[in-house]
């Protein structure tokens, strides 16, 4: 699998036809690791646009390609992120509104020819060649992040429970916290208790602190990570790339 952070004027290679497009490095790191256990990585070209706001130059880069008619599916993941950050959008209107942006930004002569079709629900394709779907993370329904997905994963045990209570401290403290913030802070507060670990955290394990680096981590296949139920619908999606 090939992964770039894409901006205009990049190329795509000449024999891609299914486009994975990402927010972030944690994103990418993830998506790569779960393509590897499904055995599609090499099928997929992961790009990544840095937050779903910035979708549009992508999208653009994409319209523009030379290739633009081998295309067969673009995908898009993004967090179903809380709405104080996309000013009460929801996060699929978020990508829809960059998808119309890319489709008009065109020139008019390529416009004639080339359109991004506009999904209307999540994990539903839109259009023929390329189709586009779109997947939001937790899930439709639900406002987080990846790291949401993976804190369900790992479910209830002994580390989760101390850091309920290292969270329940710092709440009593009078902290103020974004939402947005404690997903990606109480994972990161997960793997350092994973890091003290002595049966799995040795050599680099002692110095990975988050999401990019835990895909890594001995505990992270020691306990069938990559198998948990709770990816069955990401990885739905990126099978779904795939198919005809």
Not at 59 to 79: A, M, P, R, T, V
Not at 188 to 203: E, H, P, Q
């Amino acid at each position: 699998m090939t992964s770039r952070n894409l901006t205009a004027g990049v190329q795509i290679p000449a024999d891609v036809t299914r486009i994975l497009v990402v927010e972030g490095p944690e994103d990418k790191t993830f998506f790569c690791g779960l393509a590897e256990q499904l055995g599609i990585s090499k099928e997929l070209y992961i790009v990544v646009c840095n937050g779903k706001d910035k979708l549009e130059p992508v999208l653009k880069s994409i319209l523009n390609d030379g290739n633009f008619h081998s295309f067969e599916h673009i995908g898009i993941i993004c967090d179903n992120d809380f709405p104080d950050i996309r000013n009460n959008r929801s996060a699929l209107r978020v990508v829809q509104d960059e998808i119309d942006s890319a489709n008009v930004s065109i020139n008019e002569i390529v416009k004639s020819r080339r359109q991004l079709p506009r999904p209307e629900n999540p994990r539903v394709p839109a259009g023929t060649k390329p189709k586009v779907s779109v997947l939001l993370l937790p899930n439709d329904e639900r406002d987080g992040m990846l790291e949401d997905l993976v804190l369900e994963a790992i479910g209830k045990n002994d580390i989760t429970n101390c850091v309920d209570e290292y969270f329940t401290c710092l709440n009593n403290t009078g902290l103020s916290a974004r939402e947005a913030r404690k997903s990606r802070s109480r994972l990161s507060v997960y793997i350092s208790g994973k890091i003290l670990d002595s049966r799995y955290a040795t050599n680099d394990d002692s110095r990975r602190w988050f999401l990019t680096q835990a895909v890594d981590m001995k505990w992270w296949k020691a306990e069938n990570m990559w198998d948990n139920s709770t990816f069955d619908d990401a990885k739905a999606f990126l099978r779904q790339l795939l198919a005809e």
